[in-house]
């Protein structure tokens, strides 16, 4: 099972098919879970949508999509405007798996640069081994490997198996938070935000008026 975290506001083309390239790879079969997040402790800003909103987007990201579902527990359980933490998650997650059956997470590069820093690090490298896609600034496996040794946290048998959880995925540059302002000053018939977002996101937005400017 590969649990994949984020905001996912908007959910873009980009967070589905790195997912499901980064499970092909890793394994065919596993269940896809999406965790939409409260609020991330790493980000000062809570989510521009409502946890419905951003819970009816990725549902209408993931359809159609094999062997994938939403988890949402992080905003079930968090009060509005607390930072959920992916250790809860992950230890919640743990006991309701089946027996035997394996969880890991998918991350990015950056998140990966930074995992130190995460609360229960260390536990959640040995009980939810990360799968990492490569992301900006590191897009190739010993770029990150060089921000891992210089966190000073990672023995090198760490490092060695950080470098063989990175996935050799594409390197898509769609940006939510660019898509969100652009919603905001052209709206969601922008060319590059019909690029960016699945015809089925893009409805959601358009029928509750999402990222709109107020006036």
Known sequence: MLVFGGTFDPPTRAHIVLAEAARDFAAHDALLVFVPAARSPHKDDAPCASDDARLAMLLAAIAGVRHACVWTDEI?????GVPSFTFDTVSRALRVVRPGVSLRLLI???QAASFHRWREARWLFEKAAPLVMP???YEEA??????LRGAGYWSEADIARWREAFVPVPILRTCATRVRNLLRRFGPDHPEVEESLTPAVLAEIRSRSLYATQS
């Open 76 to 80: 079930d359980r968090t009060p509005a």
């Open 142 to 147: 010993e770029a990150l490997v060089a921000a």
């Open 135 to 137: 992301r900006a600034p």
């Open 108 to 110: 990015g590069a950056d």
